[in-house]
């Protein structure tokens, strides 16, 4: 239908001007408007010396200048390369050597040289005029580099075409089955493939977007979902732990008009899973699977009467998904013959910017191989176990170290856990389990092992249960599991 976002964002700039579009803190803008502004800042860049080919590191905003910059970018031909807002000097410095950026825009009032502010962006804008001659662009030309956001090591910069953008855009907007008349708010940091990926797929749709901060602000957050009508919205479970936390049971206002609620980006609490099902009980919940490479490859609505332990659901629009053995080659799978996931699709990623080893080590032939092991079983869902070298083989025995965390989880007294596999003479290995206490409460490792064993197979139970002052996890709430290995 489309070969580019800031195509479908044009076309509905025709054929439904008037429709709201965009939204944040301060700003609201037509379809009519907000294509008209990344006209605009077309001649801003322009004037900046961005040419065709260039590549821009942007810090991210949770706002609309920030987002039609992107699409003003795209459409000149040049490359979108977002960080995080409120990036390390040295780490942008770092993000703009590697890919030779012309402009770097930040939020900064110190900017010099290639370095641009915000607020000289917007003294620019307010002089510019709407571009009148312009390529739209095709789709298999590069629109942005998405650097991944690992804590340790180098970070891996991702390319992703224009038509990538647009399989990722369908990828979502059949998987939750978006109506046109969608009002989606998206709390979630615009620089991270997960909200960038929402926002494509509500413009792809045509419909309408309300960017938020911060779910911190938990009082413009319910202000927007009455002045906006919005009837989904879009959530890190890291986020959704602290709109739990700090609104007290609101949410459950909206369950009549709340439609669809998307997680993704880390694996979500199970106590967090409960809350949130009891208080949206007809809203579908979504958790959605994939990678930065590869995308939103595998949809599941958990909020069901009987949710499936370990379920990722079935593949989405694009995603042709595979189950391969050691040497890549597939298989049909099942819950006794099991192997690594890999998918296919218009959704994957070209590579990693200037590291061919990297590249050959997760993509061949258009197929991005995952460390995620698990099978697809008879209804066609897939079953995710785990993370090559995280899933426990006990004596022949696949264990996944989720289904461990989650059900001690729910054992009184426990804040967080995390599982892991150690060595072990007589079955190869066997489970360990780190258990981060809630405060004032008693370490009982008896207690929780009996508890484990009340639920669990008793291969599955864990041989060793030691105490720990925390649980790592990463900014938006992943386990950590190789801290604890090391």
């Known amino acids: 239908m489309f070969s580019s976002i800031v195509e ?9 001007p008037d429709k709201l579009c965009i939204a944040d803190d301060k700003t609201s803008l037509t379809y009519a ?13 322009e004037k900046l010396g961005v040419r065709r080919g260039d590549h821009v590191v942007m810090e991210a905003k949770q706002s609309t200048d920030y987002l039609a910059s992107e699409l003003a970018l795209q459409l000149m031909g040049a490359v979108f390369v977002p960080v995080e807002n409120k990036c390390a000097e040295t780490k942008i410095a770092s993000f703009a050597d590697r890919v030779k950026a012309s402009v ?16 000289r962006v917007a003294e620019l804008f307010g002089e510019a005029e709407a ?3 312009y390529t739209l662009p095709e789709k298999d030309t590069v629109s942005e580099i998405l650097f ?32 046109k008349d969608n009002v989606e708010m998206i709390p979630s940091p615009m620089n991270h493939s997960h909200g960038l990926r929402r926002y494509y797929a509500n413009m792809y749709n045509g419909s309408t977007v309300i960017i938020l901060g911060s779910v911190m602000d938990v009082r413009r957050f319910f202000s927007n979902m009455e002045t906006y009508g919005v009837n989904s919205m879009d959530l890190v479970p890291a986020a959704l732990a602290v709109l739990l936390r700090l609104s007290k049971g609101k949410l459950a206002d909206y369950a009549d008009t709340l439609r669809y609620l998307q997680l993704g980006a880390a694996p979500l609490p199970e106590a967090d899973k409960n809350a949130v099902c009891a208080l949206l009980p007809k809203t579908r919940i979504y958790n959605f699977y994939g990678s930065t490479e590869s995308g939103c490859t595998c949809i599941y609505n958990f909020n069901v009467a009987e949710p499936k332990k370990n379920c990722i659901g079935k593949p989405t629009h694009n995603t042709r998904l595979l189950v391969v053995d050691d040497d890549r080659v597939p298989f049909e799978s099942n819950p006794e013959k099991t192997g690594a996931l890999a998918t296919a699709g218009g959704m994957n990623t070209l590579g990693y910017f200037e590291d061919e080893e990297e590249t ?3 993509l061949a032939d258009g197929i991005v191989y995952s460390n995620d092991i698990g099978y697809v079983d008879g209804d066609g869902d897939v079953i995710l176990l785990g993370r090559r070298g995280d899933v426990i083989n006990v004596g022949g025995n696949k264990v996944s170290p989720e289904e461990i965390e989650d059900a001690a989880k729910k054992i009184d007294g426990i804040a967080d856990c995390g599982c892991i596999p150690v060595e072990d003479s007589a079955k190869g290995h066997v489970p360990k389990l780190f ?27 864990p041989v060793y249960i030691v105490e720990i002052e925390k649980i790592p996890r990463s900014y938006n709430g992943k386990l950590l599991r190789k801290e604890l290995k090391d």
């Not at 408007?33 to 860049?45: F, G, L, Q």
């Not at 929780?448 to 197979?457: F, G, K, M, N």
């Open 8 to 16: 479908a964002v044009f076309s509905h700039g025709e054929r439904t």
């Open 131 to 133: 571009v009148r001659d």
């Open 148 to 179: 991944s956001t690992g804590t340790t090591g180098r970070e891996k910069g991702i390319i992703l075409t224009h038509g990538n953008d647009i399989a990722l855009a369908e990828n979502v907007m059949y998987g939750v089955e978006m109506e």
């Open 435 to 461: 258990v981060e206490m809630v405060k004032g409460r008693e370490f009982d490792m008896k207690a929780i092992r009996s508890a484990l064993a009340a639920t669990l197979e008793p291969y599955k139970v």
């Open 104 to 119: 770097v825009v930040t939020v900064k009032d110190d900017a010099e040289g290639r370095y641009v502010t915000y607020d």
């Open 360 to 362: 050959s080590r997760v």
């Open 33 to 45: 408007e907000y294509a008209d502004a990344v006209k605009r800042y077309v001649t801003v860049y």
